[in-house]
């Protein structure tokens, strides 16, 4: 399984492309996006070292377009400069990028099993103070509205296998959408999981990522990424996704 010291060196392996204005890595459990806590690796400051070291300069601190939560992996964006970061920015904000995650969940009761595909329509309130958010059936105070679509791709003994589609980009969204149906990421003690993962992160993960390249906008690009490590349910997860004759 993967673990990185808090000032080991970036894995060139995991990036994913490299462009002067924006740059895409399968992040690691572990990692923050932003204003790293004690422990924590700082991905954008490991960016901005190993881009310098590469001869691929650049004063501008890599900022993260879209925040995956810390114990989360996979495919995230950063922009090497301000007017990509602001024409990023706004594509996300309008909903017009590709956001594919994996889960892997603890299989709940038979009765709480949800409809195999289906969208999940909710209002999220976050609370700052505990850094979690609480999804609502009805609009209110302080709520924003949620959207995902999701399928269940497989079942085990103890898990289920569901792949999302995010729509809207709202704090811990997944997390806190899937809590209300009563469905808890493996390792996600925060939002109801039975116990911690071994890997120090929880099994969810960003799979594929699609937006409009900012500094040619007519082009598209789409990224996909590897879970970072292989073991038992993430095998069993790509067999269910891709079921052979």
């Given amino acids: 399984m993967s673990e990185h010291k808090e000032d080991a060196p970036l894995d060139p392996g995991r990036l994913l492309y490299v462009d002067r204005a924006w740059v895409v890595i399968n992040k690691s459990p572990g990692e923050a996006v932003q204003s790293p806590q004690l422990g924590m690796r700082n991905l954008p400051e490991l960016l901005r070292e190993h881009l310098a070291g590469s001869g691929k300069k650049g004063a501008f601190l890599p900022t993260a377009v879209h925040r995956l939560d810390v114990p989360v992996s996979g495919c995230c964006l950063f922009a090497r400069t301000p007017k990509a970061l602001a024409t990023l920015n706004a594509q996300f904000a309008q909903g017009k990028c590709e956001k594919r995650y994996w889960a892997i969940l603890e299989k709940p009761a038979p009765g709480l099993l949800p409809p195999e595909t289906g969208e999940l329509h909710h209002w999220i309130k976050t609370d700052g103070k505990r850094n979690k958010s609480i999804a609502y059936d009805e609009p209110g105070p302080g709520r924003k509205q949620a959207l995902l679509g999701y399928r269940i791709i497989g079942y085990g003994d103890r ?27 493996k390792g996600d003690l925060k939002y109801g999981a039975r116990r911690s993962d071994p890997s120090g992160g929880i099994r969810l ?39 052979g004759p």
């Avoid at 999302?164 to 149906?181: E, N, P, S, V």
């Avoid at 960003?206 to 900012?214: I, N, Q």
Wanted: proline residues 8%; glycine residues 4%; positive net charge.
């Fill in 159 to 185: 898990y289920l296998f569901m792949e999302i589609d995010l729509i809207t980009g709202r704090h811990h969204q997944i997390r806190a959408q899937l809590a209300r149906l009563g469905l808890h990421i």
């Fill in 205 to 243: 993960h960003a799979y594929a990522l699609g937006f409009a390249d900012p500094t040619l906008p007519t082009t598209l690009r789409r990224f996909t990424a590897a879970p970072p490590f292989h073991d038992r349910l993430w095998d069993f997860f790509l067999a269910a996704l891709n079921p």
